[in-house]
């Protein structure tokens, strides 16, 4: 069963950076397509970004583009979120997805708070 572990989150302030890291083990990303969620208290969980297997295409939510960068590193069975000039509104607790043919993996998050 594939596992999915976040990390990399944290207290930032406004303008910071912080690199989120997803490792998964038991099985290989490879040929899987990999997402970013995040989730504020009582709201929906939202899509952040996306990069298709084997490194292909990569997608942005509107709110995070030219902010945000997603890169994957299938020797190392990790996906990264890259996250430049946080604001305020980036905090919360950020989830990665595995999925293929239908199956969903995720993680157990890690809470990113941007804040002076």
């Known amino acids: 069963q594939l596992q999915l572990v976040e990390s990399g989150g944290g207290l930032v302030q406004p303008g910071g950076s912080l690199r989120l890291s997803c490792v998964a083990s038991?099985?290989?990303?490879?040929?899987?397509?990999i997402g970013w969620f995040r989730q504020v208290s009582g709201k929906e969980r939202e899509g952040v970004s996306c990069i298709a297997s084997s490194g292909g295409s990569t997608n942005y939510a509107d709110s995070v583009k030219g902010r945000f960068t997603i890169s994957r590193d299938d020797a190392e069975n990790t996906v990264y979120l890259q996250m430049n000039s946080l604001k305020p509104e980036d905090t919360a607790v950020y989830y990665c997805?595995?999925?293929?043919?239908?199956?969903?993996?995720w993680g157990q998050g890690t809470q990113v708070t941007v804040s002076s």
């Open positions: 038991g099985y290989t990303l490879d040929y899987y397509n």
């Open positions: 997805n595995a999925a293929l043919w239908g199956n969903h993996y």
